[in-house]
């Protein structure tokens, strides 16, 4: 089974805290993603990375960065924690497209509640 | 990525089948339908994807319609543990995949 991990199930920061999510996942995926989820937003795509040391940015990128130094993990930065990033944090991994109809399914992790007070 | 248009929530008895429409009208020809589902506290799931036939798995089917605007999927006995969001994305990269807010579904005894 693939599995996709996250470093914690919940989390509580201070304002201007400098915050690092952990992500792992073990089935050798070359792409891996952050997004979060808020109420009446659904999910929205932060950061994708489809190789190591690659990145691209997602929908809404302001406020983070990230890292991706070996396959199997994908770091989400806050360099500076505010208020309005409280919000639940998501990350899955897939195997690269192929070129044609295949298509690799992302697998997702529990999610990381981040509550920045 | 074309963009979704799916109800905010449906109720489905037990047993029954559960149809969820999704809008998808500004499709292009090399894009796909995939949908995933939320159970609560947990990460989407992926359930099926199609582009132009219709696709059964153990989970579902998708039924898309022939102009491609459309689609349906379909639950055919719905159970309690089938209660979650499900979202419904249309798309060519397959790397990339945009959700929106999805339906949420309600399964009763």
């Known amino acids: 089974d693939v599995k996709v991990t996250q470093s914690s199930r919940y989390l509580v920061k201070r304002t201007g805290e400098k915050v690092f999510l952990e992500c792992v996942q073990d089935?050798?995926?070359?792409?891996m993603f952050w997004y979060r989820q808020d109420p009446g937003l659904g999910l929205r795509l932060i950061y994708f990375s489809y190789d190591v040391k690659m990145k691209e940015k997602g929908d809404i990128p302001e406020g983070y960065s990230v890292s991706r130094e070996k396959k199997e993990r994908f770091s989400l930065i806050l360099e500076s924690a505010s208020t309005n990033q409280t919000s639940m944090y998501l990350c899955?991994?897939?195997?690269?497209?192929?070129?044609?109809?295949?298509?690799?399914?992302?697998?997702f992790g529990p999610g990381t509640r981040l509550t920045v007070l | 990525d074309a963009k979704t248009t799916q109800p905010p929530s449906m109720d489905c008895a037990e047993g029954r089948a559960a149809n969820l429409p999704c809008n998808h009208s500004?499709?292009?020809?090399?894009?796909?339908v995939y949908w995933y589902r939320q159970i609560h506290s947990q990460g989407p799931q992926y359930i099926i994807h199609g582009l132009k036939n219709n696709e059964t798995n153990e989970m579902a089917s998708l039924i898309i319609t022939e102009d491609r605007k459309s689609s349906t999927l379909i639950l055919p006995h719905a159970t309690l543990r089938d209660t979650a969001v499900y979202y419904c994305?249309?798309?060519?990269?397959?790397?990339?995949?945009?959700f929106g807010t999805g339906t949420r579904l309600q399964v009763f005894p």
């Open positions: 994305i249309a798309g060519y990269n397959t790397d990339k995949l945009i």
């Open positions: 500004t499709i292009s020809g090399n894009e796909y």
């Open positions: 089935m050798d995926h070359e792409n």
């Open positions: 899955a991994s897939s195997l690269r497209s192929v070129t044609g109809s295949l298509y690799n399914e992302q697998f």
